[in-house]
């Protein structure tokens, strides 16, 4: 830029000489002059021009870099559909599976259907106990323990009534006979009159130990009232007076129990005795129990 004014000015300058040669020179060909000067100014301002104003470089299509693709998203697994939670109801039971004993009187549940079976349970009349199978002998149910869950004994049915419908419950066999070491006879001697009534019994003992302890349970079928007696002892009492005092009776020998208590005297009732007799003091060791009705 700074050329181009020297040049315009330079010009100028060329001008005023021509005008003033004009005057004291030959005539000179202005024109010519004029287009040379012009001419060289040009030359000099693309020139500059050139200098300032850089040359374009030419444009090329140069393609821009391509992104790298974008991962492929797995599609999600389609969610299987959750079947709605349908409530189930328990299942309604049965006539069967309601099927109770019900307790009239006082009952032993042993093991197995007779005496001869370990004593498991002593079902109080009032009980309902949950039948869980029949039995091939008529006169026994198999039933649950209560408070015993998974325990079962078989149950005399001399006094139970069977409340609903044990027709399809399945059918137990009895398990073996055991053999037991406590094996006793029984049997009721009668009334002693004393400062209150007693029931006397006379036991013999069958087995292999000795017996040391016993207990009568005595039902009035009459009344209701039941009366128990507990003892460590198997003295004689006659008249109401100690005869023999014996503390265990040994095998092959026999011994005397009492159910003591009666405030009334008994004769005419109908009772139901539970005697059970063990092999230690205390109703302890190995008990054997044996259940029978008497009307003194």
Known sequence: MKRLLISLLIVGAI?????????????????????????????????TLEAVVPTPVPATNTPLPTAPPLP????????????????????????ATRATAY?????????????????????MKGESLNIVSKSTLDDYVVVEVPNAPGQTCWLWTEYVTVQGDASTLPVATPPPTPTPAVVYSISYLGIEPCTGYSLAFKVINNGAKPLQ????????????????????AFTERVACKLQEERGAVDPGQSGYIYENDFTYDPKGHSFLFYVTICSNNDLEGECVSQGFIIAP
């Open 15 to 47: 001008l005023l000489s021509a005008c003033n040669a004009a005057k004291s020179t030959p005539t000179v060909d202005i024109d010519a002059q004029i287009t040379q000067t012009m001419q060289a100014v040009a030359t000099d301002a693309q020139a």
């Open 72 to 95: 492929t998203e797995t599609p999600a697994p389609t969610a299987t559909p959750v079947p709605a939670l349908t409530e189930t109801s328990a299942p309604t039971a049965t006539s």
């Open 103 to 123: 307790i009239n009187e006082n009952t032993n549940c042993r093991s197995g259907p007779s005496t001869t079976y370990p004593l498991i349970y002593t079902a």
């Open 213 to 232: 302890s016993y207990s009568i349970v005595a039902t009035d079928q009459s009344s209701g009232n039941v009366e128990t007696t507990d003892s460590n």
